[in-house]
């Protein structure tokens, strides 16, 4: 499979800039998580109120790369979504609450692609992923597709947010919050191959170590998941 990556954003606790990501990329460390928000001040008031932490880290990394932008098709990847407004939706059903309507259709995976098709008035394909360990790639798979059928650019995105403390002693692959955003075009630059074939587990999520790449300029990745392993290789720097 072959892409090119147009564009990139990328956020985290402390992390939002190029820079910012430049320098964590040469010394990683897991970043302090208290619940910090993105700016997503290019939205009205009104429109922002309904947003959890979640979906303002995907419309903070995604909108720049779209803004100005005709029609762009979209696929989201994140394996645990809303963790947050799903454990208060089970927290009210186990007080014998009323369940508030809103907060349960926010929670489903898709409902920020549909938030963001509504603010965007974009009604391109859209596509809403749930993977373990190689959702990136997947959504790759899913992109791509979308290029093939004659997209002339996709927006991916992938995001996870720390999850709430219950859910914490289960959930081992997300260091802290963080979103990345692609977007992606049908040029020749990167190759994505999949293989057989075991190996040890990446030091951070995989979309991590991509923005480690992009920001130290490296030419070749390796992701293994499963038995399958994900090379992949960079035309140029």
Excluded at 15 to 42: E, I, K
Excluded at 122 to 146: C, H, I, N, R, V
């Amino acid at each position: 499979m072959h892409f090119r990556i147009e564009q990139w954003r990328a956020w985290a606790p402390g992390l939002d800039s190029a820079a910012d990501w430049h320098a964590w990329s040469h010394t990683p460390v897991a970043q302090p998580d208290d619940g910090q928000q993105p700016d997503v001040g290019f939205l009205p008031a009104l429109q922002r109120r309904r947003l959890s932490r979640l979906a303002r880290m995907m419309f903070h990394v995604a909108w720049p790369l779209a803004d100005g932008r005709g029609p762009l098709p979209l696929v989201f990847a994140s394996r645990h979504g809303e963790t947050s407004r799903t454990l208060a939706v089970l927290e009210d059903l186990g007080r014998g609450e009323p369940l508030s309507p809103t907060q349960f259709s926010l929670s489903v995976h898709n409902a920020i692609i549909g938030l963001w098709s509504i603010l965007r008035g974009d009604t391109s394909e859209m596509s809403a992923m749930a993977a373990a360990g190689d959702g990136l790639e997947q959504a790759l798979l899913e992109a791509a597709g979308l290029l093939g059928d004659g997209a002339a650019a996709v927006l991916l995105v992938v995001a996870e947010e720390l999850p709430p403390a219950l859910y914490r002693p289960s959930i081992d692959d997300v260091p802290f919050s963080y979103a990345l955003a692609l977007r992606l075009s049908a040029t020749p630059d990167w190759q994505l191959e999949l293989a057989s074939g075991d190996g040890p587990r990446s030091a951070w999520p995989h979309s991590l170590e991509l923005v480690r790449a992009l920001s130290l300029h490296r030419t070749t990745l390796q992701h293994h998941c499963k038995g399958r392993q994900w090379n992949w290789s960079r035309s140029k720097a």
